[in-house]
Nanobody, 119 residues
Framework: QVQLQESGPGLVKPSQTLSLTCTVS??????????WSWIRQPPGKGLEWMGA???????YYSPSLKSRTSISRDTSKNQFTLQLSSVTPEDTAVYYC???????????WGQGTQVTVSS
């Protein structure tokens, strides 16, 4: 059973960089054909895909967030990390990490972590 767990600060000040880590257990982030995504949901809005890192280490970003987003991984810890720079209150959301399988379907999700951007 694959499990994902987000971790990071719940409060970030405007203009700072938001950094979240997703720790994966029960499966390796380097296993062929899986992609590891970051998704967020602002209050009262739908889910927004932010980006992903592939089993190969290749990264993919939402065009609307690409200039502020970086996704990396630490294979020794089986973790992948999201960094979102120059945050504003509009970046307040529940942030999720999730796995995408070879059928392009989300099969495992983290429980989500609330991040609030406020001074």
């Amino acid at each position: 059973q694959v499990q994902l767990q987000e971790s990071g600060p719940g409060l970030v000040k405007p203009s700072q960089t938001l950094s979240l880590t997703c720790t994966v257990s029960g499966g390796s982030i380097t296993t062929n054909y899986y992609y590891w995504s970051w998704i967020r949901q602002p209050p009262g809005k739908g889910l927004e895909w932010m980006g992903a890192i592939a089993y190969s280490g290749s990264t993919y970003y939402s065009p609307s967030l690409k200039s502020r987003t970086s996704i990396s991984r630490d294979t020794s810890k089986n973790q992948f990390t999201l960094q979102l720079s120059s945050v504003t209150p509009e970046d307040t959301a529940v942030y999720y990490c999730a796995r995408v399988d070879r059928h392009d379907e989300y099969d495992y999700w983290g429980q989500g972590t609330q991040v609030t951007v406020s001074s």
